[in-house]
């Protein structure tokens, strides 16, 4: 079984950037499509941005721009940099990972998409 974690939530002001990671305990990372969603309270949880393994990128149209997701494969991590960091951005995000391959990317976009998903970060924003 698959363990994914989390670090590099926190406290923010409007405006700041943060940088959130994802690490795996088994597989490489390069083998899994792996995707970045958030849940705010109250609400459902929500695709924030989306990388597969051959690179292809999907963002949350709200959030092109500001959010990007990247690989480090030396050192085995998924990266969610976030810029100009807004109120509304405050959620648990989480790093989600799958194994099997879709063709359209919107498939990408569903919860039920990913196998593997890590406990979650809180990111808070003030305004």
């Known amino acids: 079984q698959e363990q994914l974690r989390e670090s590099g939530g926190g406290l923010a002001q409007a405006g700041d950037s943060l940088r959130l990671s994802c690490a795996a305990s088994r597989r490489e990372l390069r083998n899994y499509g792996m995707g970045w969603f958030r849940q705010a309270p109250g609400k459902e949880r929500e695709p924030v941005a989306v990388?597969?393994?051959?690179?292809?990128?999907y963002y949350a149209d709200a959030l092109k721009g500001r959010f990007t997701i990247s690989r480090d494969n030396v050192k085995n991590l998924v990266y969610l940099q976030m810029n100009s960091l807004k109120s509304e951005d405050t959620a648990v995000y989480y790093c989600?990972?799958?194994?099997?391959?879709?063709?359209?990317?919107?498939?990408?976009?569903?919860?039920?998409?990913?196998?593997?998903w890590g406990q979650g970060t809180q990111v808070t924003v003030s305004s």
């Open positions: 989600a990972a799958t194994l099997r391959y879709y063709a359209d990317m919107s498939d990408y976009t569903r919860v039920g998409a990913f196998d593997y």
């Open positions: 990388q597969t393994t051959g690179g292809t990128t």
